[in-house]
T-cell receptor, first 114, second 113 residues
Framework: EDKVVQSPLSLVVHEGDTVTLNCSYEVTNFRSLLWYKQEKKAPTFLFMLTSSGIEKKSGRLSSILDKKELSSILNITATQTGDSAIYLCAVVVASGAGSYQLTFGKGTKLSVIP | NAGVTQTPKFQVLKTGQSMTLQCAQDMNHEYMSWYRQDPGMGLRLIHYSVGAGITDQGEVPNGYNVSRSTTEDFPLRLLSAAPSQTSVYFC????????????FGPGTRLTVT
């Protein structure tokens, strides 16, 4: 059974801190790893990672995949209260006959306090 | 381009009632999925479809039915609502090509009393 584990499950930091969120996976037929940010409504897409060691960056957020360690990290520098959200990790796996499925982790709830 | 739309946004049902959550996408995506999200449980897959006329069960399918008569629409039916089905439901769609991300609808908050 495919498994995606995120840690920590929740985190409280002060504005300006840097945080690192973790996602590890045990899946067969890995294709890619996705990070989403979920505030009050639907998850919004952040990054897709397919190649090991290549950092994706968007402003203060960055993410990298380590295929050897079967994991990914999401870094947020100089956190702001607007970064408070649930961060979801999902792994895309090939499920046969040319189809692909997403398996989500339980998410990390980040709270940034002023 | 509306993306993925869901109706209703909120719904309250009594135990035993049935209803249909609507989902539509205008991006011509082959794949569509229904998830439920409960506190501390993440997103759990209920049913999914890889194209019109093809559906399959996900992780938590009991108590739900789906159909996919067109590429655009993927309704989720609750046959006989139970309090355990109180949750937030998200519909999602994505292209067949795994190089593209999945898009989510705005969600439906369902309460069963």
């Amino acid at each position: 059974e495919d498994k995606v584990v995120q840690s920590p499950l929740s985190l409280v930091v002060h504005e300006g801190d840097t945080v690192t969120l973790n996602c590890s996976y045990e899946v067969t037929n890995f294709r890619s790893l996705l990070w989403y940010k979920q505030e009050k409504k639907a998850p919004t897409f952040l990054f897709m990672l397919t190649s090991s060691g290549i950092e994706k960056k968007s402003g203060r957020l960055s993410s990298i995949l380590d295929k050897k360690e079967l994991s990914s990290i999401l870094n947020i520098t100089a956190t702001q209260t607007g970064d408070s959200a649930i961060y979801l990790c999902a792994v895309v796996v090939a499920s046969g006959a040319g189809s692909y499925q997403l398996t989500f982790g339980k998410g990390t709830k980040l709270s940034v306090i002023p | 381009n509306a993306g993925v739309t869901q109706t209703p946004k909120f719904q309250v049902l009594k135990t035993g009632q049935s209803m249909t959550l609507q989902c539509a996408q205008d991006m011509n995506h082959e794949y569509m999925s229904w998830y439920r999200q409960d506190p501390g449980m993440g997103l759990r897959l209920i049913h999914y479809s890889v194209g019109a006329g093809i559906t399959d069960q996900g992780e938590v399918p009991n108590g739900y039915n789906v159909s996919r008569s067109t590429t655009e629409d993927f309704p989720l039916r609750l046959l006989s609502a139970a309090p355990s089905q109180t949750s937030v439901y998200f519909c999602a769609s994505r292209p067949r090509d795994p190089a593209y991300e999945q898009y989510f609808g705005p969600g439906t908050r369902l309460t069963v009393t």
